[in-house]
Every structure is written in C-alpha cells, then in structure tokens.
C-alpha cells in the first residue's frame, strides 16, 4: 500500500489493504534528482506493492511515473532512500540480477533473430540448457497464444503479435516480477483493447505481479487492481479505479481521471448530510465535506450524472437549475451537451442517446444533480499550501 503520509489516501479498502506478509515491492523514502536536488523527478516515495498485484503508475508526461518503474527494474538509480524486492534490498543491484521481465513500448526485439530465438534470448544469458530453453520458450508461446509463428522473424508479425513476443520473452523465465513501460501505446485502438483483455487474462491465469506504466486512463481502469496517481514526483492518490474515479481526493485527479465538470466555489455551512458551495448567485448542495466553511474549494460532477429536463418537475434531484445549450454534439450511443447556468458556470452533460431531451444550441433546460454526486475537493492552491505549513 501506499505509505506517504504527507499525501491524502483512497478512502476505501483497496487503498488501505495491507499485505499479509512483507510485500513483494517496497520504496521506501525514494527520491530521484537528475541535477544533484535542486529538483526531483520522484520526492518522498513510500510504496508496498502485493504479491499478485497489478498495479498501474498513472500520469502525465513528466510526473515520475516512469523514472519510477525505471528505478525498479535498475536502469536508474535513487538518489535517496531504498527499494526492496522480496525483502532483499535492490537498491545497488544491477537490472539483469534482479530477476525482473520488462516489456517496453517499443517491443526491444531482435530483428535477424527468429520469434523462438528472441524468447530463448532470457534463458541463454542464464546459461539454462538448449532442450528446456526450447521447451520453456515453446510454453511461453502458449500462454500467449502464438502457435505456428516461432519460425518468422519479428518483421513478419503484425504490431498485436510482436506484443504478445515481447511479452512471452518476458515471461519465460519465471519472474517475480513483470514491469511494462506504455506496452500498448503504439497499437491502433482496436488493437489495444483486444490487447488489454488479453494482458488481464494472462494475469489473472499466472498470478504474476506486474507493474504497469501508462497514461491511458481507460487502460489504467481497464487493467488494474490498483491505481497509483503521479503529480509531480509525488503520489497524488492511489486506489481502486472504482476509488479514483467515485471519490477522488484532489482537484488534480478529479481532473486527470476521466471527464469531469470542475467548478471553483466558497464552501458554505454543512447542513445534515450535505454541504453547500456557492458559485456567483448560484449554490450547488453537495456530498459532505469535512472542511472549514470560507474554504476556497472545487466541486467535481461527472458529466453522465447529470439529467437534463424540459420539465425539471419530474426531478427530485437536489439541485435543479434553468440552463442554456450552449452546444450538442452527437456520438452515437450518447449526446454531449455543453450548457450555461446563468453566468455562474457552464457544465458538459452525457446524456444516453436513448433519453435524449433534442435541445437545439439556444434552448432553455433544466440541469438536475443529485448532491450525491457533487464531490468536493480542495482547490490546488489552496492544498499545496496546507502541505506546506
């Protein structure tokens, strides 16, 4: 589990889970500075990793994620704290004694050697004999169901198949451990969700632990049994997707996970089980927050949760508003509309093409959400400096 108490945790189970025993992975107090810590890449890292678990480093370009995994597999080194595997510290160990399979985005096959010799190539430097290399190898080709190709070389394969090579090379020598560097992010989208219910197959069949860099966030979802959100060299949250996406904890990932409407307001008094925020002349009940009133916050609504009505009387929501379109846009099993409340705030609605209320750019509606699902979150500025202080 994560263990950076200066970051807000998940608040659910699966972000809270403890392993049974020590974990597979642990970074503890990591820091990775490239300029001798006038700045770092990774700041105050503290990370159990399960055995078994897929877990997925999340993030934009430049976040940490992947000087993260790259610490891990030993290509970079930390420039504080330690990394353990297995209870054993690999902080000083060199990549090809770590007993870790890697697969990058780019596939790292061997052009002039065939399929059976790039997935032999592990074994050979292990010096494992010829006859359980071929066997071995042959298994490997199983799993990813690569039957009748070891004979072609990686030239011949389509971009899906190379995938799956790189990924038996990977596999073939039994890790602990399997790290995967944006392994999809060069297949076409039909491809990569084909590919992504594969790689979920083979790690629910084989229980390996794999740690996983993307920054897709629908492969993150798709994928994982857990969710680790980078900002900045820091962990910003870190849970179930379900979690991430229900209940986030910052501005920043209700912001980066998913479409979200993110709306600045002033925190007003609670009032039983909900809080108000008040935006302009408008004031949107929402979930309970547990901070101080005159907060400086920001409400996050999901587009999908939102219902718009001609006649908003056939509503209970909590919040019901009259609204312009401003814009309709058609995607075939949903409709996006982009609406105005007043002068107070403007809101991107999904509404199931099936209930689609055929409002022209013009139209008045009414916009109807529930307080359940207006998340509060504190604003950046305002968390950065509580972090601070």
Request: aromatic residues 4%; glycine residues 8%; proline residues 5%.
């Amino acid at each position: 589990m994560h263990r950076d108490q200066s970051s807000r945790k998940a608040d659910s189970p699966a972000a809270e889970r403890a392993p049974a025993s020590v974990p597979v992975i642990r970074f503890s107090a990591v820091r990775k500075s490239y300029d001798g810590g006038r700045s770092f890449a990774v700041e105050r890292l503290d990370l159990d990793v399960c055995k078994g678990e897929f877990l997925t480093l999340l993030g934009p370009s430049g976040s940490g994620k992947t000087t993260t995994l790259m610490m891990l597999a030993g290509f970079e080194r930390p420039s504080h704290g330690a990394i353990e595997l297995d209870g054993r510290d690999i902080t000083s160990v060199p990549p090809h004694q770590r007993d870790i399979g890697v697969v990058f985005q780019n596939y790292a096959l061997f052009p002039h050697m065939t399929v059976l010799e790039n997935i032999r190539f592990p074994l050979s430097v292990r010096r494992v004999s010829a006859e359980e290399q071929i066997e071995r190898a042959q298994r490997a080709l199983g799993m990813v169901q690569l039957h009748g190709v070891d004979s072609r070389r990686p030239g011949e394969l389509s971009g899906g198949q190379q995938q799956r090579v790189a990924i038996a090379r990977a596999l073939v020598f039994n890790p602990r451990l399997i790290l995967m560097d944006e392994p999809l992010g060069a297949l076409d989208r039909v491809l990569r969700e084909q590919m992504q219910v594969e790689l979920k197959h083979l790690h629910r069949m084989l229980g390996v632990t794999v740690v996983y860099v993307t920054h897709d966030q629908g492969e993150a979802i798709a994928l994982s049994d857990r969710v680790a959100v980078f900002n900045k060299g820091r962990i910003a949250q870190i849970g179930s997707a379900e979690d991430l996406y229900e209940k986030p904890t910052s501005e920043f990932v209700a912001g980066f996970l998913g479409e979200n409407n993110i709306l600045p307001g002033v925190l007003m008094q609670s009032d039983g089980e909900t809080s108000g925020v008040k935006m302009g002349a408008s004031t949107l009940r929402c979930r309970k927050a547990d901070l101080p009133a005159q907060t400086n916050v920001c409400v996050a609504i999901r587009p999908e949760r939102i219902h718009l009505r001609k006649d908003p009387s056939s509503s209970s929501a909590d919040n019901v508003m009259p609204a312009t379109v401003v814009d309709r846009m058609y995607f075939g099993d949903h409709v996006k509309y982009q609406v105005a409340v007043a002068n107070d705030f403007s809101l991107s609605v999904k509404v199931p093409a099936a209930d689609d209320v055929q409002a022209d750019v013009g139209r008045q509606v009414h916009v109807c959400i529930p307080s359940r699902a207006c998340r509060i979150v504190e604003r950046e500025q305002e968390a950065n400096q509580n972090e601070r202080s």
